[in-house]
């Protein structure tokens, strides 16, 4: 008997994939035992956000994402594609049809149980961990408890992230301040496009979120846009200090600067340091694109701040999500820094694969790089532990291209096409009695 605990979206993928396995699953939910903040039913995959599961376009790193899910026999998908509502190029859903027909899909499998109750310790025997961002507290005392104190984070403050090849070699500027190092991108501005910034930053529209999604500030990771109401010299002497840093342009000092971080080994992802934010998509959009090189800026993720539990991933946790010290025990969902539904539903299918193969004497597999999964889970592995945070699908994850390619849909077509075909190969490699369609 497998133990998979958490009814959300992760947990529903692993359950099912290791009764195609051969294994009999015991599904504990706590609901409607105990209630969460933000569910309002007691059915399985319940959404408690949006209920849309990003573009379906296979250009698209989302689309990409759901071919790959697809052909691993997403249970996800399979429920969506009953419950669809109309979304253009997005696949949405009836949020509660959706929840009946992921309900269904489990009470239809003769070899899962489900058990209504709290999950108060770490189970013995194999076992799942995917109880989400709103985990129970005493199970989360056992996580923690389990992984030490740098194990769990408990507030999410996320800064956007742009690609490298998106920004203007013209304006931005690598150097580290007082020429200390050149490891960070500069975006560096004038007094006049200062004041515009601030104003601009000032003039936008914050989300609120669920009263379950509002947290207090900490000072160390304020919003940019609460900064900037604290006075118009905040952020200039904030994270946009222009100290130790000469424009190569002017042979000056800037008046201010914006810092991009590198966010990943290949340098394809760049953090935009400090500037977590809670400005609605459509207002980071339009606020961050008057930052100077980054007007025409790609961005592969936008700034957030909300309550969000998760796990230190490369901190504790082995290559597959494993338990270090505990082959039998992997973690799976959103508790371990993926961000979205799909992603979450993802690394449910891929830990319910590789604790399977685990109890057969397999070997873990992982995609390659080259794909989005794969890239997903590198990113979660080789993130530096310090700083790690979560993150959701882009095509900045992966391996680039062997060639630049500067129309941007053609290297999405490019990227999607080798994304495809690894999987398809990686697929035939290790599962060679399952079918995917290209």
Not at 118 to 124: G, K, R, T
Not at 142 to 170: K, M, T, W
Request: hydrophobic share 40%; glycine share 10%; with cysteine.
């Amino acid at each position: 008997m497998v133990t998979v605990v958490g009814g959300g979206l992760a947990g529903c993928e692993a359950a099912l994939q290791l009764t195609q396995a051969g294994h009999e699953v015991r599904l504990m939910e706590m609901r409607p035992v105990r209630d969460t903040e933000a569910h309002q039913t007691e059915n399985l995959g319940e959404l408690v956000c949006t209920n849309s599961f990003k573009s379906e376009a296979p250009e698209n790193a989302h689309g990409q994402l759901k071919r790959e899910m697809r052909s691993l026999g997403s249970v996800l998908l399979r429920s969506a594609d009953v419950s669809r509502v109309a979304a253009g190029s997005a696949l949405a859903v009836d949020r509660h049809l959706f929840a009946q027909t992921m309900t269904a899909a489990i009470s239809a499998e003769s070899r899962i149980e489900v058990v209504r109750g709290e999950c108060l310790n770490l189970p013995e025997g194999p076992t799942i961990i995917a109880t989400g961002p709103l985990t129970s507290g005493a199970l989360y005392e056992a996580i923690g408890s389990a992984l030490g104190d740098r194990g769990l984070s408990f507030f999410d403050a996320i800064a956007p992230i742009v690609e490298r090849e998106s920004l203007d070699d013209q304006i931005v500027f690598e150097a580290g301040r007082f020429d200390e190092d050149a490891d960070y991108m500069n975006c560096p501005m004038t007094k006049e496009e200062y004041d515009a910034f601030i104003a601009a930053l000032k003039a936008g529209e914050s989300h609120e979120g669920h009263d379950w999604d509002n947290v207090p500030y900490f000072e160390g990771c304020l919003p940019v846009e609460v900064m900037a109401a604290r006075g118009n010299e905040t952020l200039r002497f904030g994270p946009m200090k222009p100290i130790g840093l000469t424009d190569p342009r002017t042979g000056e000092r800037p008046w201010a600067v914006v810092q991009l971080r590198r966010e990943d080994r290949a340098g394809q992802m760049w953090n935009m340091v400090g500037f977590q934010t809670r400005l609605k998509i459509g207002d980071q959009r339009r606020v961050f694109s008057t930052i100077p090189g980054l007007e025409n800026a790609e961005f592969l993720r936008w700034g957030s701040i909300h309550r969000n539990s998760y796990l230190n991933f490369p901190e504790c946790l082995s290559a597959w999500g494993g338990l270090q010290g505990r082959d039998d025990l992997l973690f799976a969902g959103q508790l371990t820094g993926v961000e979205g539904y799909t992603e979450s539903a993802a690394s449910g299918i891929l830990a319910g694969i590789n604790l399977s193969r685990l109890l057969e004497g397999k070997d873990p597999v992982l995609p390659p790089p080259t794909t989005m999964i794969g890239g997903l889970y590198r990113y979660l592995r080789d993130a530096a532990p310090g700083r790690f945070q979560p993150m959701n699908s882009n095509w900045g994850l992966v391996d680039p291209l062997p060639r630049r390619v500067k129309n941007k849909k053609e290297k999405r077509k490019i990227l999607a096409q080798r994304a495809q075909d690894d999987f398809i190969a990686w697929i035939k490699d290790h599962f060679p009695g399952m079918t995917a369609s290209a």
